[in-house]
């Protein structure tokens, strides 16, 4: 913000304070306007819409409060500094709770005044950046709401517009976390088939043994612990639509199936052998390139065919940037509502590091960092709220270092043990992030990691995980 440009309206009944916060905010380049009462302050606000307001609480005909309360009323975000004599910090505390920025009581600082004023400068910057982004925004999209302005959704939105109300199955690719299913949602939500049903499926979150059964149902009997036929997804989604999540993660007996289900719009449940007509509209999601997966002999190459009649890659956040700012202020809001907490902004410091960062755990990353922010801060949120650093950095495994700092200290340690000890290091670590990345679900990491399910609960319970 230029300092040429900010306008500070000072209002206190004392001239000597006035005249001095006049000369100080002068000397910083900031443009001043005085009042020494209350309603001269209403008028000035009116008519040169102050950056910032000095309020002084005491004033023969219109005091602080009321001056606050119908400023806020003219410019909601206009920053009020109240000023207070020491014996009456009480009633600034009080004016806080009704909107005031933050107080100074008298005698006071001329750091403390200049550093107050550049504070609310820079959220009210902020808060303007944020409104434009959302003045600049397809109100009519729900996926802009949820999702941001950026032109990377605006593009996003045109191509679902494209594809959503046609029977074409779609393919959507992007990394964990940055909105697949959301797209998918809206996807359907824009199709013939809204009125009817949206059934999702995490293809890496059932067991193997288990996930034919749910795509297709079973017949009672069909296996040990089947004591009743059960209708699977594909059949629920009768008429809607049926979204396969993480679809690289369906073994390749399994994909064998679903293709000729695709291919013969009928179903055959587990253990049955009469087929049942399905109508269902098949959108699929993969956080990898299943090209690469074909190339490799992990996906079927005839089944990757039939279900690419249309793609959309989405993008990841950091290749977003125009969606962070939004993203941020929208959970934040909405985690302020849930915790009872009063609204809250971003410092400018906090701000640069949310633009500056990567997020490789893309939008569920930014939100979880949002959440944990608000619940620490008690007002502005600064970066030492911010769990966030560049993780490129970080050693592979935390016992290294001392291991080497023993060698260095003419200590003999045994090549077998520093091995062992660094094995268990990485698995460990490894193994963590896998699992953090599946949400605690084993068999999905046991498949991300390509060991089989036995080995990665033996791993686990040896590690302590």
Known sequence: MDRASVKILIV???????????????????????????????????????????LDMKMPEMDGDEVLARSKEIDPDLPVIIITAFGEIQGAVEAIKHGAYDYLAKPFDHDDVL???QRSLSERKLKRKLKNLVSHMNQDSPLRDVMGPSEAVGYLVGQINQVAQSEFTVVLQGETGSGKEIVAQAIHKASLRAEKSFVPLDCGAIPEALLESELFGHEKGAFTGAVQKTVGLMAAASGGTLFLD??????????????????????????????????????????????????????????????????ITIPPLRQRKDDILYLAKRFLDITCSELNKDEKGFSENALDM????????????????????????????????????QRGNEMPCGILP???????????????AIVRESTAAVERQVLTRTLQATGGNKAKAARKLQIDYKTILTKIKKLGL
């Open 12 to 54: 206190d009944d004392d001239d000597n304070i006035c005249r001095m916060l006049a000369k100080l905010m002068e000397k910083e380049g900031f443009k001043t306007i005085v009042a020494n009462d209350g309603v001269p302050a209403i008028d000035a606000i009116r008519s040169h819409w102050p950056d910032v307001m000095l």
């Open 115 to 117: 550093r107050l004023v």
């Open 246 to 311: 993480e679809i690289s993660n369906l073994p390749l007996p399994s994909q064998a199936k679903l293709l000729r289900v695709i291919q013969e719009r009928k179903v055959y449940p587990v253990g049955g052998k009469t087929p049942h007509p399905i109508d269902v509209r098949l959108l699929v999601a993969a956080n990898q390139d299943l090209s690469s997966l074909t190339e490799k002999g992990l996906f079927r190459s005839d089944l990757l065919y039939r279900l690419r009649e249309f793609s």
């Open 354 to 389: 949310l633009l500056n960062y990567d997020w490789p755990g893309n939008v569920r990353e930014l939100r979880s960092t949002v959440r944990r922010a608000v619940l620490l801060a008690d007002k502005l949120i600064t970066r030492d709220h911010l769990d966030i650093r």
């Open 402 to 416: 001392e291991m080497i700092n023993e060698l260095s200290q003419e200590k003999e340690v045994s090549f077998k």
